[in-house]
């Protein structure tokens, strides 16, 4: 697959089959994933994958921490509200995943039903927390961006399907606490991947972008 091929391809998918990923395939996806640039080649990214059994009840046990009614407490903030241009987008984009899982606009038990489901990673037999040194600051979250575009570009080089998901960042203490990761690394992000499930009606959703001209600007 040539990469402009991948770029057009790759997409949100929020449904996958239980089929698991060979190991040596992960293992392949996640070393070239460490070529991604990064500032200074700090290379502040940590990523912790969980797969199979382990997967399934991390799923089990952070959708029920998180439906009890637990705050959020992310480590490095929330999300901005969004206003103008970004708000339309939000909601055109919001619109088009409901309508395809038959959610009313006024229907909150399902959106708050569909919301609570990026804590079951969608079903995906795989989830990979994406994290830093806490102390680290906005350049070097970039950098954990670029390596997260990197990482699902390859998985959907090998037909991979992949779901990027801030909400996975809201409750940090519980997947440090469950993981044994280090109270040193934040958490910035989780992506659940796996085979795409064609059945499931969320994965009907298809996003434009915006026009160039509203994203870019050529100076001469």
Not at 191 to 210: C, L, Q, V
Request: aromatic share 10%; proline share 5%.
């Amino acid at each position: 697959m040539q990469l402009t091929d991948a770029i057009h391809t790759r997409r949100t998918v929020r449904g996958f089959t239980e089929q698991t990923i060979e190991p040596a395939l992960l293992h392949d996806i996640f070393s070239v994933a460490q070529r991604s640039p990064s500032n200074c080649n700090t290379q502040p990214w940590h990523a912790y994958i969980v797969s199979g059994e382990r997967c399934r009840q991390l799923a089990t046990d952070l959708y029920q921490h998180v439906s009890s009614g637990k705050a959020p407490q992310p480590d490095f903030g929330f999300m901005a509200s969004y206003e103008g241009i970004f708000r339309e987008r939000q909601v055109d984009c919001a619109r088009e995943l409901y309508q395809n899982m038959g959610i009313e606009r006024g229907d909150k038990m399902g959106r708050m039903t569909a919301l609570l489901e990026n804590y079951r990673f969608f079903g995906a037999p795989h989830v990979v927390f994406l994290g830093m040194p806490r102390t680290y600051s906005t350049v070097n979250a970039v950098d954990v961006g670029i390596y997260a575009q990197t990482l699902m570009l390859l998985m959907t080089e090998q037909g991979i399907a992949s779901c990027p998901q801030g909400a996975l960042a809201y409750y940090p203490d519980f997947v440090r606490e469950t993981l044994d990761i280090s109270d040193d690394i934040g958490i910035l992000l989780g992506i659940s991947f796996g085979y795409e499930n064609s059945d499931e009606p969320a994965n009907n959703t298809r996003i434009d972008r915006a026009p160039l001209e509203q994203c870019a600007t050529f100076i001469n």
